[in-house]
């Protein structure tokens, strides 16, 4: 596609952000049930239904230019939910709990910036309807990521600080077998 016009990078922009809240829909519920406490797996699966929205939201303004909302892949989120995944499979418990919120926030800003763009857009091409739909998401990520902020701050990081090193080192190979050691005793 060649964005030759500020509508074609309006366009581009509703195209990338539709791409990225659809690799979110899969990662929250993962992020979810990668978390023991409960408070930080509600935020996520309360995001989960606002993100559906979101994405409707975005597939409506789109409809309404007479654009389809394929595009190619979002590679900015694509990126971030790789590394929040990282933080899954390496990280322990309340440190994990911690580093699911760090994600989780590099998310919301991310479609902060993209969100602000497009209503900006929005606005200077006269899509007042547009505008509005967009400025409803901004808030919505707005409220998430401001939630975020008061579960790290209100306990989460605070156990993620006083979390010992696991017996058998730091490394991640000793951290794994002693993983699989566990699951097997369970057995
Ligand atoms: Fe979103």
Known sequence: MELETLRDLYVHELKDLYSAENQIIKALPKMAKATKNRQLASAFNQHLGQTRQQAKRLEKILKSHKESTRAPKCKGMEGLLEEGDSVIKEAEKDVRDAGLIAAAQRVE???????????????????????????????????????????????????????????????????????????????
């Not at 730091?170 to 951290?175: K, M, R």
């Open 109 to 187: 800003h991310y479609e902060m910036a993209g969100y602000g763009c497009a209503r900006t857009y929005a606005q200077l091409l006269g899509d007042r309807a547009g505008a509005r739909l967009l400025n409803t998401t901004l808030q919505e990520e707005g409220r998430t990521d401001k939630k975020l902020t008061t579960l790290a701050k209100s306990a989460i990081n605070l156990r993620a600080k006083k979390q010992k090193k696991s017996s058998n080192g730091s490394n991640g190979v000793g951290n794994a077998i002693s993983r699989i050691v566990r699951k097997l005793k369970r057995r």
